[in-house]
């Protein structure tokens, strides 16, 4: 009887401990609205793991892996369009990021290497003609910057040294053209007509 009652409380436990090991929770609001979905492997969250609106709609989606986001995140509008994308390799983002306006128009555009700004940074109008083109280094700008009008136009350009303005900038408006010669301590403007 008493071998009986010990196999019978390990099939009991295996089955206890298989369903909290593994397993996909799921919580919800006072309304009985999904409003998190997750897998647990092991009793740690691991997996995939999502997030609604309210309205039922999926707001968030992405993976974790030992414990830390790891693969392609996404963020999403209420209206269900794509929002974000990130990439993350053991919590730290890397490669690139994309932000997205409703319409689903590219917003932004930047690259990421441990966890830093690292690389292209583009940003454009809702219209999707190009606003800002440069780089980014170590998370500060770096190089050469070209910012746009909305009608494609030359706004202004010049280069950054990490993160700070560094030789010649040119700025154009209908009526002048503007340069100025920024350096580690002078500043120097110079205003032509167009």
Known sequence: ??????QIWKIILLIFTSNTQNLTKKNSN??????TESEWKEGKLQGNIKSYYSSGILRSESTIKNGKPHGLSKIYYQSGQIQKKIRMKNGIQTNKMETFYENAQLWKLVFFKSGLKNGTFKMFYENGQLEINGNFKNNLAHGHFTYFKKNGEIRKKGNYYMGAKKGIWTEYTDTSITIET??????????KNA
């Open 1 to 6: 009887m008493r071998n009986i009652l010990i």
């Open 30 to 35: 006072e309304n009985g609205k999904l409003v």
């Open 182 to 191: 920024v350096g580690e301590s002078f500043k120097k403007r110079e205003c």
